[in-house]
Every structure is written in structure tokens, then in C-alpha cells.
């Protein structure tokens, strides 16, 4: 059983920057495909990245391309991700997610999240 912990979100002004960590316990780690996804009031859950447990292959949601980094460093069991030129369509609760058996888009498809943190975005 993996546990995840989001950390990292807070309040910012369009144009600025926010790395989300995802601490992971109670499983192997390296193992895991790691997804981010958000989800706004009163929208679906949103994809944003996932990162392979390699760290080999990576996916971005188009809306946040260009823009967000995700990475992972299986040492420290953490996923990251590096959202910089934030905007306020970026606002929403961000959830870090892991998964074996391959990268994949469907946010069903992951077995474990966490509780989540907020990002807020002014304009």
C-alpha cells in the first residue's frame, strides 16, 4: 500500500511559480508511474503530467505544455512538479497518483493519490 503526500501549493499572482512535491511511503517507489492531475470547483478532474517510474517517458496536458516541468527522484521516493508562468485557469486542488504497468492518461487507471494540495492563481 503506497501513501502520498502533496505539499507545496499555496497563493501567487498570475506569472508566477509553484513546485508541488509528492512524498511516498509504504511502497516501492521507483516502481510507480506517477501522474498529476487537478481538479477545479464544479469542473472534472484534469490530467497534467506523468512521468514514467524511470523517469524515461513523460506526458503533458496541452493546456500546461511549455509551462510545468514533472520529475521524480526515486532516492528521495518524491515526484515533483514545477509550475512556472502560472495562471488563473491553473487554479484548482492538485493530486499527485501512482500506478504500475505503464504510463497512461486515464486518471481511473491509478491506484493510489493523495489528499491533494491548493494552488490559487490571481490575476
Known amino acids: 500500500q503506497v501513501q502520498l503526500v502533496e505539499s507545496g501549493g499555496g497563493s501567487v499572482q498570475a506569472g508566477g511559480s509553484l513546485r508541488l512535491s509528492c512524498a511516498a511511503s509504504?511502497?516501492?517507489?521507483?516502481?510507480?508511474?506517477i501522474m498529476w492531475f487537478r481538479q477545479a470547483p464544479g469542473k472534472e478532474r484534469e490530467f497534467v503530467a506523468i512521468?514514467?517510474?524511470?523517469?524515461?517517458?513523460?506526458n503533458y496536458a496541452d493546456s500546461v505544455k511549455g509551462r510545468f516541468t514533472i520529475s521524480r527522484d526515486n532516492a528521495k521516493n518524491t515526484g515533483y512538479l514545477q509550475m512556472n508562468s502560472l495562471k488563473p485557469e491553473d487554479t484548482a486542488h492538485y493530486y499527485c497518483?501512482?500506478?504500475?504497468?505503464?504510463?497512461?492518461?486515464?486518471?481511473?487507471?491509478?491506484?493510489?493519490r493523495g489528499q491533494g494540495t491548493q494552488v490559487t492563481v490571481s490575476s
Open positions: 512521468i514514467s517510474w524511470s523517469g524515461g517517458s513523460i
Open positions: 509504504g511502497g516501492t517507489f521507483s516502481s510507480f508511474d
Open positions: 497518483a501512482a500506478r504500475r504497468g505503464g504510463i497512461s492518461t486515464r486518471i481511473i487507471t491509478y491506484d493510489y
